[in-house]
Structure formats: structure tokens, C-alpha cells
């Protein structure tokens, strides 16, 4: 079992920056893909960013220049760097882990495990 822990949520002005990190109980080298998701009120939950283990990062549309995920295998942590925020950023942001092994399909990602979500909010 994959435990998640986010952190790095708060207010920001729009067009300030923020860093998410999302810590891992157990290792992150060898399983399918990390993401980070997020949930606006009265809205679905979307997918923000992917980075799946030996394949390309992506990217939401909306965010895509904007946001970068990346990974710190030793340390077991991902993280998603949000640059050029903007006020419909605002959501609850959700680290996600899909434990299965590299490469997996059918589905190609599945995301088992979550986080508790950490609260982003981007003022105009």
C-alpha cells in the first residue's frame, strides 16, 4: 500500500507561483505513473499532470506550459511547479499514484491510491 502526503497548498496572487510536493510511504522507482489532480467546487475531478515511469510527462491543456511535474525517486516525492497562476487554478489539488508495475495497460493508468488533497487558492 501507497500512502501520499501533499503539501505546499496556500493563496497566491495571480501570477505568483506555487510548489506542490507530494511524499510517498513506499518507493516510487518502479511503479506505473504519479499525477496530480484537481477538484474545483462543482466541478469533476481533472487531470492535472502525469509522469509515468519510462514514458513522457503531460499535461492538461489548460496548464500545459504553466505547470511542470516532476520526481525525486530518492526521496520518494513529486512534485508540481505552478508558475502564471491563474484565478481558475483554484482547486483542491490531489496526488495519485498508480502502483501497478511500468508499462501497464488495459487501463493504461489507474490511479488506486490518494492523497488528501491540498487546498490552492489564486486570488485576481
Known amino acids: 500500500q501507497v500512502q501520499l502526503v501533499e503539501s505546499g497548498g496556500g493563496l497566491v496572487q495571480a501570477g505568483g507561483s506555487l510548489r506542490l510536493s507530494c511524499a510517498a510511504s513506499?518507493?516510487?522507482?518502479?511503479?506505473?505513473?504519479m499525477g496530480w489532480f484537481r477538484q474545483a467546487p462543482g466541478k469533476q475531478r481533472e487531470l492535472v499532470a502525469g509522469i509515468p515511469t519510462g514514458s513522457s510527462t503531460n499535461y492538461a491543456d489548460s496548464v500545459t506550459g504553466r505547470f511542470t511535474i516532476s520526481r525525486d525517486t530518492a526521496k520518494n516525492t513529486v512534485y508540481l511547479q505552478m508558475n502564471s497562476l491563474k484565478p481558475e487554478d483554484t482547486a483542491v489539488y490531489y496526488c495519485a499514484a498508480d502502483p501497478r508495475p511500468p508499462g501497464s495497460v488495459s487501463p493504461r493508468f489507474r490511479y488506486d491510491y490518494w492523497g488528501q488533497g491540498t487546498q490552492v487558492t489564486v486570488s485576481s
Open positions: 513506499g518507493s516510487i522507482f518502479s511503479i506505473n505513473a
